[in-house]
């Protein structure tokens, strides 16, 4: 694995292009695979290389793909995300990370809202894996939720406020970092540090649609605010030409240095 694998968040606006091909902060980048089933997404894999981006396997993907897509996915050399979300006693999620370094994984996470006891679980977990051990990150809001929605679940404060909260409680428990909004990434990187990792969904470059996302930035946005990784699915996966929308961002991050 490369240095930023291992979780030493890139330097901001460390981005380049030459020669059509994005290097540096391009595997800042992490793509979602947002299909439903192996065989749709192999077409993108074949299409890219472990320097160009890193990948997202979600819930739909791997209750249908499995840990064999997911070890296909890492043997083709890509850094894979996995993006089980774990949250359940601490026993279960403590053997479910297990499970999931044995599939050589990049990164995985576990749900803030589990608790400590839960998340340093987890942590332990991993600390015993052999090998490299995959990067533990914890979901804190979700970017589909709003301050109405928070409401509803119980949540006193401010969606910034929870963030926080659960960002807080996750480095308290040793992860390595968290999910969260790039609309929270200013915050939670003046509170927690330059060293914890950030991965920020909701990234939506400026020429296209929020989708059910309601606290996006662009991909810019997003690294200037201090993110580590841009989470971007249905921009990249649903364009016309996928590889071309992934280059467009790409050549969008690349201009950090000359603007």
Same mark, same amino acid.
């Given at each position: 694995?490369t240095?930023?694998?291992?979780?030493?968040?890139?330097?901001?606006?460390?981005?380049?292009?030459?020669?059509?091909?994005?290097?540096?902060?391009?595997?800042?980048?992490?793509v979602?695979?947002?299909?439903?089933?192996?065989?749709?997404?192999?077409?993108?894999?074949?299409?890219?290389?472990?320097?160009?981006?890193?990948?997202?396997?979600g819930?739909?993907?791997?209750?249908?793909?499995g840990?064999?897509?997911?070890?296909?996915?890492?043997?083709?050399?890509f %850094?894979?995300?996995?993006?089980?979300?774990?949250?359940?006693?601490?026993?279960?999620?403590?053997?479910?990370?297990?499970?999931?370094?044995?599939?050589?994984?990049?990164?995985?996470?576990?749900?803030?809202?589990?608790?400590?006891?839960?998340?340093?679980a987890?942590?332990?977990?991993?600390?015993?894996?052999?090998?490299?051990?995959p990067?533990?990150?914890?979901?804190t809001?979700?970017?589909?939720?709003?301050?109405?929605d928070?409401?509803?679940?119980?949540?006193?404060?401010s969606?910034?406020?929870?963030v926080?909260?659960?960002?807080?409680?996750?480095?308290?428990?040793?992860?390595?970092?968290?999910?969260?909004?790039p609309r929270?990434?200013?915050?939670?990187?003046?509170?927690?540090?330059?060293?914890?990792?950030?991965v920020t969904p909701?990234?939506?470059?400026?020429n296209?649609?929020?989708? %059910?996302?309601?606290?996006?930035?662009?991909?810019?946005?997003?690294?200037q605010?201090?993110?580590?990784? /841009?989470?971007?699915?249905?921009?990249?996966?649903?364009?016309?030409?996928?590889?071309?929308? /992934?280059?467009?961002?790409?050549?969008?991050?690349?201009?950090?240095h000359?603007?």
């Amino acid at each position: 694995m490369t240095d930023d694998a291992q979780g030493s968040a890139p330097a901001k606006g460390s981005a380049s292009v030459a020669g059509g091909r994005a290097t540096g902060a391009a595997t800042r980048i992490i793509v979602a695979l947002d299909y439903p089933n192996p065989r749709q997404a192999l077409p993108l894999l074949d299409s890219l290389d472990g320097a160009e981006c890193k990948l997202k396997i979600g819930k739909e993907l791997f209750v249908r793909g499995g840990p064999q897509f997911v070890r296909q996915a890492a043997e083709r050399g890509f %850094d894979v995300f996995l993006d089980l979300k774990f949250h359940d006693i601490p026993n279960t999620v403590a053997q479910a990370c297990s499970a999931a370094a044995d599939l050589g994984v990049w990164m995985m996470n576990v749900h803030a809202l589990g608790g400590k006891k839960m998340l340093e679980a987890a942590r332990n977990a991993l600390d015993k894996a052999g090998g490299s051990r995959p990067l533990l990150v914890a979901v804190t809001v979700l970017t589909s939720l709003d301050a109405h929605d928070l409401r509803q679940l119980g949540l006193m404060g401010s969606v910034e406020e929870n963030v926080l909260r659960l960002a807080r409680l996750a480095h308290a428990a040793g992860l390595d970092g968290v999910v969260c909004s790039p609309r929270e990434t200013a915050l939670l990187r003046g509170a927690l540090g330059a060293d914890f990792c950030l991965v920020t969904p909701g990234i939506r470059p400026s020429n296209s649609t929020a989708d %059910d996302q309601k606290r996006t930035l662009t991909p810019c946005e997003a690294l200037q605010a201090g993110a580590s990784y /841009l989470v971007i699915g249905r921009p990249i996966t649903r364009a016309p030409d996928p590889m071309q929308a /992934l280059r467009a961002i790409q050549s969008e991050i690349a201009s950090l240095h000359t603007t």
